[in-house]
């Protein structure tokens, strides 16, 4: 690990000064900035431990909730309110990772955590997120994991969280403080990027932004889940995930919400999918229809070509479920 | 403010790159943890921190002035050994004891989190109350990797204890 000044903040107005300077970088949980700086893919100059701040509450907010951006995982998971209120991001918070991590994981952490491309992590290869300029070496590689969405040239990395694809279906926001202390907020489904020509940039911080947390809108019921297809049963990273919420009145699909993990540089979101399935009667019909207009523009890589069925198939199973019918 | 490892205080005067699991290795002596990935994917490393369980290799000494740490040391003693410990014994839940500090402080922790009402992902109903069967503890002890493949008796040492159906 290269050397790096430890700072800690004990103040918002002080993280913001602090994490201004060049190459600084902020910390909480630290599960994948750690990992990343001990292989040297990361290198901060200096690291803004915001861990002291006032961030670890879930309060009412309106009519739904704050998550403050300290809250760990777990805790979030726990909630009680979440749990029964926002089951779907409980669920899906539940499917990353292990208890370990995610006791020390954090929603503001979660959202920033990076790609698990191959070629991001291995310092021998080109890669235009690491290094901007020198190609990207998964194209024509192992892309097995790979986006097969919103990709571009540049990049075909995918964003790997659970938390942010469920945030995304339930059209949450994150609450951003920015350096002259002015707040603002970002929808999560705005607040990743494509990666374009641009892909070293995950998603819209500016420097010294501070992520404080994460609105939840007022509950809306529905049928909530969360399904993540892995290649092992536990500890995985999803080759393709749905967040799912469901309202099923008088036999016709009144209002669904979904998005999609493991497809693309940010969770999935596509309105035209929604729109589609609201108004009609569940059948397997519609939910080819949902499936072949959610992939219209899809394009595998190679190795990662069985990502087309393999989400044509996870959104009508999760469809089914969802709108009472069987697996 | 000092670090108390096991009720002892201890200084944090170290270079900031060092992480706990090094700190508690080298600096505080404590070598029943251990480090096998360094990466936070093997799970051999995990230690209670504030009575959670975390992976040490995967934060920095210099974050936890203030904060308590329990290690295996700190769970049981040959003469005392802690109701897991002694599990794992009967049940011959290991064969190279490698990653066995690791799985018993993960253990110790889950079963408090079972107490404290923690679903999982695959418990049936997120906002109910969860049962520990053999399925949970397996989805529950996934971040702790056991080498030689003594699965089958971890989960056989870990259920007899919390009183549950493997």
């Known amino acids: ?327 | 403010m000092p670090i108390t490892i096991n009720g002892v205080d201890h200084a944090l005067d170290v270079d900031p790159r060092t992480s706990l699991l090094d700190f508690l290795r080298r600096d505080a002596g404590l070598t029943g943890t251990k480090k096998g990935c360094d990466h936070g994917q093997c799970g051999a490393c995990t230690v209670l921190l504030n009575g959670q369980r975390i992976n040490s290799c995967l934060t920095l000494a210099v974050m936890h002035d203030g904060d308590s740490v329990t290690t295996i040391e700190g769970l049981g003693t040959p003469d005392a050994p802690h109701p897991l410990q002694a599990a794992f014994v009967r049940h011959d839940g290991y064969q190279c004891g490698y990653c066995t500090p690791g799985q018993i402080c993960s253990a110790k922790a889950m079963l408090d989190e079972i107490a404290a009402g923690w679903t999982s992902y695959v418990s049936d109903d997120v906002a109910g109350t969860p049962v520990l069967t053999g399925e949970e503890i397996r989805e529950r002890m996934s971040g702790n990797v056991c080498r030689c493949g003594a699965y089958s008796n971890i989960v056989a040492a870990i259920a007899e204890v919390a009183g549950a159906q493997a």
């Not at chain 1, 309106?62 to 777990?74: D, Q, R, W, Y």
């Not at chain 1, 503001?108 to 790609?115: A, E, F, I, P």
């Not at chain 1, 489904?189 to 500016?206: A, I, K, M, S, W």
């Not at chain 1, 207009?293 to 990502?307: E, H, I, V």
Request: with cysteine.
């Open chain 1, 1 to 327: 690990m290269k050397p790096f000044d430890y700072q800690r903040a004990h103040g918002l107005g002080e993280a913001h000064q602090l994490l201004v300077a060049d190459r600084a970088r902020p910390i909480a949980g630290g599960t994948n900035l750690l990992d990343l700086m001990k292989l040297e893919v990361e290198t901060p100059s200096a690291l803004v431990d915001l861990n002291r701040l006032p961030l670890g509450g879930i309060e009412p907010r309106g009519e739904g909730l704050h998550i403050g951006a300290l809250v760990s995982n777990s805790a979030c998971a726990a909630d009680p309110r979440i749990r029964s209120q926002y089951p779907v991001l409980a669920r899906a918070i539940l499917a990353g990772a292990t208890f370990q991590l995610r006791n020390k994981a954090t929603t503001g952490g979660n959202l920033c955590q990076r790609t698990r491309c191959y070629y991001f992590y291995d310092l021998a290869q080109a890669c235009n997120k690491r290094a901007p300029g020198t190609g990207c070496a998964a194209v024509g590689g192992f892309n097995r994991i790979h986006a097969i969405l919103g990709a571009s040239d540049a990049c075909i990395a995918t964003y790997p969280g659970d938390m942010a694809v469920a945030l995304s279906a339930l059209d949450a926001a994150v609450e951003i403080l920015d350096a002259k202390g002015d707040k603002r907020h970002v929808p999560v489904r705005d607040f990743h990027r494509l990666p374009g020509d641009t892909p070293e940039r995950d998603n819209v911080l500016e420097p010294g932004d501070v992520i404080t947390g994460v609105v939840l809108p007022a509950p809306v019921g529905g049928t909530q889940l969360y399904r993540k297809v892995r290649d092992r049963a536990s500890y995985a990273f999803a080759l393709v995930s749905v967040a799912a919420v469901v309202h099923l009145e008088d036999g016709v699909i009144a209002r669904a919400r979904l998005a999609f993990g493991g497809l693309a540089h940010k969770p999935w979101h596509d309105p035209r999918v929604e729109q589609l399935l609201e108004g009609q009667a569940p059948s397997d019909a519609l939910f080819d229809e949902a499936a072949i207009l959610l992939l219209d523009q899809a394009r595998g890589q190679g190795s990662n070509d069985f990502k087309i069925p393999l989400t044509r198939r996870t959104l009508k199973a999760v469809l089914r479920e969802a709108t009472g019918g069987t697996l």
